[in-house]
């Protein structure tokens, strides 16, 4: 959410930590939403997005881990670490509920 250039304190970085957190919760409900509501027809959906969403749950889980081991390596506290680790799993959460919204309710048939 915001990028700090100091290894300055900050009060509000847990704050803006947990809203961070917040918006990947949301993002995920609303991505299972739709997902779901496309596997029994309500909201159109690509063929392709079952294996999608199985497929990339190991590749965010991997991304994470390498992002956070990367700002341990450099010395990060814990609030850094764990925002690294967030990032990548922030971006797909925020890409997927982007474009299955695109593809809008339908009947799909």
Known sequence: MTRRTSNAFNPFDSFYLGLDMWRIGVESQAVIAMRTLGMIGL?????QEMTRMVSEKPEAAF???QAAS????RGAGLE???RAA???VGRRTGSNMRRLARMGPGICG
Do not use: H, K, Q
């Open 63 to 65: 991304a994470a881990w």
């Open 80 to 82: 850094a670490v764990t």
């Open 86 to 88: 967030l990032r990548p």
């Open 43 to 47: 909201w159109s959906i690509r063929p």
């Open 70 to 73: 990367l700002a341990m390596m």
